[in-house]
């Protein structure tokens, strides 16, 4: 049986599956609850001077009949007293010895830093986590990503907290920036034991296009909010990615951002995240997919022969190369299966109106399209857009033999410099010449 | 043991005739729209015989431009609330959706079309006026599908339109044919009167247009003639006991259900001749209408029914039993049906075959005859010039639907022989662009 328990960054946790700090880790009941489902882990929802909400206050985006696809929220941290959050950590504590509760933490002035940590800890907590990420409301008063977008204030931070803190402290960094990284590095230089990535990005999810208003309304009026859920998981997947390949940071990675279910959480961890943590996943479905996630989880590290979770960490990492050392020489064309193919037609008109015209429609009756190998540049957008499983497979070509990347015909001269150079990509690519082709006197 | 006990209440009917294909909620149409692969050259709008632009009224729906979606829907067809609920979508659009060939169930396009028109119809949203005046004026004779069409198309060209119609009601056997599961009275009704209050055709009812001097005088008033007439009557099997009492023709009965709804008699025991579509519909609806036991006996093998597959099943489900291989050669009784005298039949090399000395006879205390309907040839005859074919169907030119009298048009079931009513509905808006053709 593999082993799913961790220790990241010196939490030790019976499993990689936390949940990030916000809505479902409000409360001792929740927390306790997860915990008897199965969650390894909880970031409390971040403590500070406790705010007042709005209604309403979050917006969602719906494609067809997908509910929730991104999810946008224009919350701040706790409405709760301190005392009160306290008193449920050391009750979830009593109960959950070995599980990993961490309290998120935003305030001010060092003192208040000095003294929160002090509060959380004498709690019982097992780490800290640093709220530089929310994108709204908190940093208009200078908390929050106004911290994460300034690396040296960040650094700062973390290093008055790093005083008088004695468990780990994690970083949460905010993805409204340009380069990961920078606040990553200022982390690490702080002395941060390690990042959690990513919070929400600035968003607005749709407009009310009756009354003008952006969503979520709030009285008439509204303002940005922070974007999460299964749509950002891309981006939240490249940030992390930056971050394992950035030697400067070189501390532990939690990673957040759009995981659902098992496969999300393989993801990251294949980048280099040693611990994952969700939001909005469990504010769609509850605490219950848990369920499908740990199961799911360890078949996978069955079947690739995994013992523990460490085993996995950035295993996608080698794999992930800078554009301009990818093989140029590797050839792919699509191939429709003949017997699958439904005769939809997208593969066709996504390629004639949307890539490089490379398939034709059957002329005697048959609505299976074919490819026309020599137009093919292999680009997927065909298998892409097929709506049948399995039915539109990329082939490959070429012999496998010679390899050259952009940066070795850099450096032979062998690339085009000049605009009509001969040495064009696309030079002798077909392309139907528009006034033939669209019967143009 | 039947299916269903014998509606007694206007309650009672609709539960037993509810509807096959209900209008779909909102996060149904939601749901089911969103299902939809928006396919290039989209099968489903091929397989339609008015050519409805399925994928984008369907996506319209999906981006809640319902209204947008009906309109969609009426600029092919004047009908699509209708045709929405009784098209054989199965065999229509349905039918040749690409979904089919994985197995995943097609998009109930039918629904959807009829969960965009019913808004609009509802809410009173408009789509058409009548075009400028031309000074021309045109007579439909019958108001059903093809009728309606026709006059509907006539008036955006800015002709003058006046319906003749032999009934009291518009919609032809859209109202007195199809089964009640399929459509209720007030939709079929209900449409005609929305597009009528938008295009302003005029229908004179109670008028049945059938003499040579009737003819002589639409031709004096009227600059063309459109002949929407449909089918007549059921057709006479001619074997003894055909006129006693309890024998009906299916056409017959059917239009009475529709009319009397619950107070329709039926028997203990219905035998139902036939194997066409109209056989399976009467059959259902016997069994709809709490008889202890409905039997459809047809001449030859199950396979080879004319109705479609799912029509059958609809019977079976009714709790309709398949008596196939056996010819009516004798209704029984006195005065009044006590059971059919039936002959075992085989095919043999598609030669139907009567095996003599196999004579049986079954109880029952109800006929209904779906042998399908007379042609109106006393209407016919009456017009000079005009040309039948060999089925007696009149002949018109392909494209124009003219008949041999240049001054007639036709289309419908009076010149397919009877088919759906979304063939109508194409056929004459053909015809009418033929007619505008004609006058100009
Ligand atoms: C039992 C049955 C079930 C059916 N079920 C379905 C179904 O489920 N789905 C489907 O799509 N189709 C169905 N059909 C077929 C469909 O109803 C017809 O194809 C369609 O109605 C034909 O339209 P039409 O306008 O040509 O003729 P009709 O609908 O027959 O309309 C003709 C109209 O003309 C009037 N008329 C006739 N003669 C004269 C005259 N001389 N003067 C004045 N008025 C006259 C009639 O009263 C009638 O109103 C069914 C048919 C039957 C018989
Ligand atoms: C309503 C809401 C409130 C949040 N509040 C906090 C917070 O108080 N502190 C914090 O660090 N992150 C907060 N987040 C960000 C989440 O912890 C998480 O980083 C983000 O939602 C991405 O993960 P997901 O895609 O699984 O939701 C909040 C998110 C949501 C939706
Ligand atoms: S891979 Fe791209 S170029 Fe090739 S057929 Fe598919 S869409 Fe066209
Ligand atoms: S997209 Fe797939 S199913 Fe559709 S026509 Fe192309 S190959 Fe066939
Ligand atoms: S064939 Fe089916 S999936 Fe394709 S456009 Fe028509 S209804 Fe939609």
Known sequence: MPDLKINFAGIKAPNPFWLASAPPTNSGYQIMKAFDLGWGGAVWKTLGVPVINVSSRYGSVNYRDSRMIGFNNIELITDRPLKDNLREIEEVKKYFPDHAVIASLMVESKSEWHQI???????????????FGCPHGMCERGMGSAVGQEPEVLKMIVSWVKEVAKTPVIVKLTPNITDITEPGIAARQGGGDAVSLINTIQSIVGIDIDNFVPYPVVDGKSTNGGYCGPAVKPIALNMVKNCSLESGIGIPISGIGGIENWRDAVEFILLGASSVQVCTAVMHYGFGIIREIIPGFESYMKEKNFNTVNDMVGKAIPNVKNWENLNLNYKIIAEINKDKCIGCQLCYIACEDGAHQAIGLSKNGSRVPYIIDENCVGCNLCSLVC??????????????????????????????????????????????????????P | MPEYKKPNSKEEFEKNFSQIKPLMKETQAYYESSRCLFCY???????????????????????????????????????????????????????????????????????????????SIRNNIRYFEPGLPINKKVAVIGAGPAGISCACELRR??????????????????????????????????????????????????????????????????????LGIGLG?????????????????????????????????????????????????????????????????????????????????????????????????????????????????????????MLKGTEFIIGCDMVIKATGQLKQSEVMTNIPGLETDDKGRIKVNEKTYQTANPKYFSAGDVISGGQEVVNAVAEAKAAAAGIVWFLS
């Open chain 1, 117 to 131: 940590v002090k509060d959380v800890e004498n709690a019982g907590v097992d780490g800290i986590e640093l709220n």
């Open chain 2, 41 to 119: 050259d989209a099968p489903c709008v091929s397989a339609c015989p008015t050519g409805i632009d399925i994928p984008l009224f369907i996506r319209q729906i999906n981006t809640g431009n319902v209204t947008g979606a009906a309109k969609t829907i009426y600029d092919s067809n004047y009908l699509g609330n209708a045709c929405g609920k009784v098209c054989p979508t199965e065999v229509l659009c349905e039918g040749a959706c690409v979904y089919n060939l994985q197995e995943v169930k097609p998009i109930e396009i039918g629904r959807l079309q009829n969960f965009a028109t019913s808004n």
């Open chain 2, 233 to 353: 009557k059921t057709n006479p099997v001619n074997i003894k006991g055909e006129n006693l009492k309890n024998c009906y023709g299916a056409v017959e009965f059917i239009s009475e259900l529709r009319m009397n709804h619950h107070l329709t008699e039926t028997g203990d025991t219905v035998i139902v001749l036939g194997g066409g579509n109209t056989a399976m519909d009467a059959a259902s609806e016997s069994a709809k209408l709490g008889a202890g036991k409905v039997i459809l006996a047809y001449r030859r093998g199950r396979n080879e029914m004319g109705a479609y597959d799912f029509e059958f099943e609809l019977a079976k489900n009714a709790g309709v039993e398949g008596l196939f291989n056996v010819s009516p050669v004798e209704i029984t009784g006195i005065d009044k049906v006590t059971g059919v005298k039936f002959i075992r039949t085989q095919t043999n090399n598609g030669k139907l075959e």
């Open chain 2, 157 to 226: 060209s800015g002709i003058e339109v006046d319906i003749f119609e032999a009934k009291d009601k518009p919609s032809g056997l859209a109202l007195y044919g199809v089964a009640p599961y399929k459509i209720t009275n007030e939709e079929a009704l209900e449409e005609v009167n929305y597009l009528q209050e938008q295009l302003g055709f005029n229908i004179i009812y109670n008028t049945y247009i059938s003499s040579k001097e009737d003819f002589r005088k639409l031709e004096e008033n009227y600059d063309a003639v459109f």
């Open chain 1, 387 to 440: 709506p049948v499983e399995n039915c539109i497979s990329m082939i490959r070509t070429d012999n496998g033999k010679f390899t050259e990347t952009w940066k070795e015909r850099t450096d032979s001269g062998n690339i085009p410099v000049t605009f009509d150079d001969p040495l064009a990509g696309g030079l002798n690519h077909f392309v139907p010449d528009p006034l033939t082709a669209l019967k143009k």
